[in-house]
């Protein structure tokens, strides 16, 4: 794997308004601890220089736990925008002015929790043969293009694919991506910014089992999910058995 440096861009700003609920969902328990607090581990666990992005509504459980929990892990904690956009540049703001324009850098929900080690190290190798690294899930549903309740077209399954956890890009492409979307970000993705400036985009297969918090349900799933590769991770003999 790359020795060169890696920055982890956790974004925790946004409002889970599909969620719904009394409190943000980055904030609700998960196996025992805060849902957001899954994906600033496991970045630290990786030696991976961290920035984390808030809102105003969890700006202060986050603060409170990173003093307390995590108090020598060097996290930066950047204050976010009102869209996904704006909470993205808020975070490429906050990363060091001397970091070389090859560092590679993973864009990471919050609310991702389930995400493997594994999948972010091979997003991390990605990068050094491509500019920006997507990891996907391959779907087998059959997708079509459909105007005024019409049919047009359908879609190849073996073409398809959706987007899940992480993103990653170098620098220097994060830097020109930040650069289009100031002026007067149109709502694009990043990745649709980066295809339009010429990037090479790879990709590396997820496991289905790594999914967005979005709606109530998907709670159960994670929970079922993360409470087996527990199970699994306990049963499993350590480095130094026999």
């Given at each position: 794997m790359s020795e060169q440096r890696s920055i982890a861009l956790v974004l925790a700003a946004g409002r889970g308004n599909r969620f719904g609920g009394s409190k943000p969902k980055q904030l609700i328990d998960l196996c025992g601890r805060p849902?957001?607090?899954?994906?600033?581990?496991?970045?630290v666990d990786l030696g991976h220089t961290v920035i984390v992005v808030v809102s105003n509504s969890t700006r202060e459980a986050i603060v409170r736990y990173v003093a307390?929990?995590?108090?020598?892990?060097?996290?930066?904690?950047?204050?976010?925008?009102?869209?996904?956009?704006?909470?993205?540049?808020?975070?490429?703001?906050?990363?060091?002015?001397?970091?070389?324009?090859?560092t590679r850098v993973l864009l990471r929900n919050s609310v991702s929790p389930n995400t493997?080690?594994?999948?972010l190290?091979?997003?991390?190798?990605?990068?050094?043969?491509?500019?920006?690294?997507?990891?996907?899930?391959?779907?087998?549903?059959?997708?079509?293009?459909?105007?005024?309740?019409?049919?047009i077209s359908l879609y190849d399954q073996s073409s398809m694919g959706f987007t899940v956890d992480p993103t990653g890009y170098?620098?220097?492409?994060?830097?020109?991506?930040?650069?289009?979307?100031?002026?007067a970000w149109p709502g694009e993705t990043s990745l649709d910014i980066?295809?339009?400036?010429?990037?090479?985009i790879g990709l590396v297969e997820s496991p289905v089992t790594n999914i967005?918090?979005?709606?109530?349900?998907?709670l159960?799933?994670?929970?079922?999910?993360?409470?087996?590769?527990?199970?699994?991770?306990?049963?499993?003999?350590?480095?130094?058995?026999d």
């Open positions: 849902l957001f607090s899954h994906a600033l581990h496991q970045h307390g929990v995590m108090p020598n892990a060097g996290i930066v904690i950047a204050t976010g925008g009102e869209t996904r956009g704006q909470s993205i540049l808020a975070a490429i703001d906050a990363i060091p002015s001397d970091s070389p324009p090859e493997s080690t594994k999948l190290n091979e997003v991390v190798r990605g990068l050094d043969t491509y500019d920006g690294v997507q990891a996907y899930v391959p779907s087998h549903q059959t997708a079509f293009l459909h105007r005024d309740g019409q049919l170098r620098l220097d492409l994060l830097t020109r991506i930040a650069e289009t979307m100031r002026p980066a295809r339009g400036l010429g990037a090479r967005k918090l979005t709606t109530p349900g998907d159960d799933r994670l929970s079922a999910y993360m409470s087996d590769e527990g199970d699994a991770q306990r049963r499993a003999p350590s480095s130094d058995d």
